[in-house]
């Protein structure tokens, strides 16, 4: 599974300039990296990641993790996203499936800055059928 979430993952222009890999895999479970990017700076003086880039990263983990159970990608419905810290460096995400439903599916991630520390997290809702 963890071949194919890559290589999912590298078929999208958007997750190629993220610089994602996936670390481990599992069920209804993913830890993403995403290498850093100058780009991602929002303020060059803390140079601390824009807020964007870490909503699009709880997105993606919590996606990715509902990929991890039916090998598809789905469509975000809602998502709440809180931050906790300035990020700075490589990102790590770990998504979780919340509650897996034939229509309409939740589940959360958690985005860890290159020290380990929670940076921002979120859950989604995502249309998983119908």
Do not use: C
């Not at 100058?38 to 003086?45: A, K, L, M, R, T």
């Not at 800055?113 to 940076?119: E, F, I, N, S, T």
Request: charged share 25%.
């Amino acid at each position: 599974m963890k071949e194919k979430l890559n290589e999912f993952l590298l078929s999208r222009p958007f997750h190629q300039w993220l610089g994602l890999s996936v670390l481990d895999v599992g069920d209804d479970y993913v830890e993403i990296v995403a290498t850093w990017r100058p780009e991602w700076i929002v303020n060059p003086e803390g140079q601390y990641i824009h807020g964007g880039i870490l909503a699009a990263l709880v997105d993606l983990g919590a996606d990715m993790s509902l990929y991890s159970r039916i090998g598809k990608g789905v469509p975000t419905i809602d998502l709440r996203v809180d931050y906790h810290a300035p990020a700075r460096g490589d990102l790590r995400v770990v998504g979780k499936v919340v509650r897996f439903g034939k229509r309409v599916s939740s589940a959360q991630a958690e985005v860890f800055d290159r020290d380990g520390r929670l940076v921002a997290s979120g859950r989604g809702v995502f249309h998983t059928g119908g």
